[in-house]
């Protein structure tokens, strides 16, 4: 099992920054890939980012690639999501999820998920 719990969400105007943070806890984590997801109201949860278990590999979705950069810290526990140049069409609830194996976009392909914060840009 692995507990996952985000934190580090919150108000920010358009073009500012913010980092969202995973901490996770349970398996070790240093053999699990992680993902960043985003759900929008009224919208599907989609894909952001995704690290493997090194953070050799890296994916990004094409709507953040450039802004957004995903890392982790398997000393901590934890993943990070660095966003800058933040957009209003950014601001959702973000998630992160775990696997084990090689890093996925797929939403289906993540066994565990933490409950989400909420990002949102003001324009």
């Known amino acids: 099992q692995v507990q996952l719990v985000e934190s580090g969400g919150g108000l920010v105007q358009a073009g500012g920054f913010l980092r969202v943070s995973c901490a996770a806890s349970g398996r070790t984590f240093s053999r699990d890939a992680m993902g960043w997801f985003r759900q929008a109201p009224g919208k599907e949860r989609e894909f952001v980012a995704a690290i493997s278990w090194s953070g050799g590999s890296r994916e990004y979705a094409d709507s953040v690639k450039g802004r957004f950069t995903i890392s982790r810290d398997n000393t901590k526990n934890t993943v990070y999501l660095q966003m800058n140049s933040l957009k209003p069409e950014d601001t959702a609830v973000y998630y992160c999820?775990?696997?084990?194996?090689?890093?996925?976009?797929?939403?289906?392909?993540?066994?565990?998920w933490g409950q989400g914060t909420q990002v949102t840009v003001s324009s």
């Open positions: 999820a775990a696997r084990y194996g090689a890093p996925r976009v797929g939403v289906n392909e993540y066994d565990y």
